[in-house]
């Protein structure tokens, strides 16, 4: 029998397509998209995937046809900014066009939300409490302090805000390291075991031959490190595990 909460396991993928993530070159969403699906089929296994609205808007069939499927569709924001500089009132307007976007192709409203990267302010009760205006859920909060984004001292497991769920992204140790599950650090660590609570995270680029050319040296070279493993990676993961999707999870 499948026990959640504390034990439920999460297979998420963040969706931006290469000029809403400041990247150039040629877009690798459809194709990027499609191989996950596939991994994900012949495991039979479900996925969240949150979808930057801009991007959902320039991919609509490819939203409805996951939607269509079964596979929950969520918002990774409107468009893929730090949200850490927003006054109150701009992520106000941020979330609920993040919202909208969404739900003008799906006709539901989306459940959850991911702040594009993980960008959630130092005050992260404020932060969700305003989240909880527009959304059931969160799953922003990276319980790893990154250069990037991230918390040291942060429940590793979900939580409320009020009303709002929050689950953060999972973590696991690897060589003594404690590191999140998802995109370059599943992508460099060597192996992944995961633990009873995990929320792993993954990008359709990172399947892809695209190579990434970021606008910044440094993030170009970070983003094509390690992608030939990763399917089999996942898939390592995939054969031994029971994956859900938020909306399906009981927590
Ligand atoms: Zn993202």
């Known amino acids: 029998m499948e026990i959640f909460g504390e034990k439920m396991k999460i297979f998420s993928v963040d969706v931006e397509s290469v000029s809403d993530a400041n990247m150039i070159g040629k877009d690798f969403t459809e194709e990027g998209v499609k191989i996950i699906v596939d ?8 996925a969240t995937f949150f979808w930057v609205g801009r991007t959902a808007e320039k991919y609509k069939k490819l939203v409805k046809w996951l939607y269509d499927q079964g596979y929950e569709i969520a918002s990774h924001g409107y468009t893929h900014v730090r949200l850490d500089n927003f006054t109150v009132d701009e992520l106000n307007k941020y979330l609920r ?12 409203r989306p459940k959850g939300f ?38 040291r001292k942060i429940k590793d497991t979900p939580f409320n805000v009020g009303k709002l769920r929050e689950f953060p992204i999972g973590t696991t140790k690897v060589m003594g390291i404690k590191i999140p599950t998802g995109g370059f650090f599943i992508r460099v660590a060597p192996y ?14 990172e399947y892809t031959d695209y190579k990434y050319k970021a606008k910044s040296k440094i993030e170009g070279l970070l983003n094509n490190m390690c992608k030939k493993n990763l399917k089999s990676k996942m898939e390592s993961l995939l054969k031994v595990h029971r994956f859900s999707s938020f909306k399906l999870s009981k927590s």
């Open 97 to 108: 066009k993040s919202s909208d976007s969404i739900k003008k192709i799906i006709g539901e």
């Open 192 to 205: 992944i075991k995961l633990k009873d609570y995990a929320v792993i995270y993954t990008h359709p680029w």
């Open 114 to 151: 991911r702040a594009p990267i993980f960008s959630v302010w130092r005050d992260y009760k404020k932060f969700l409490s305003i989240v909880g205006k527009y959304f059931e859920y969160d799953s922003s909060i990276v319980p790893v302090r990154t250069p990037f984004y991230g918390f």
């Open 39 to 46: 991994m994900l089929k012949r495991y039979k296994q479900q």
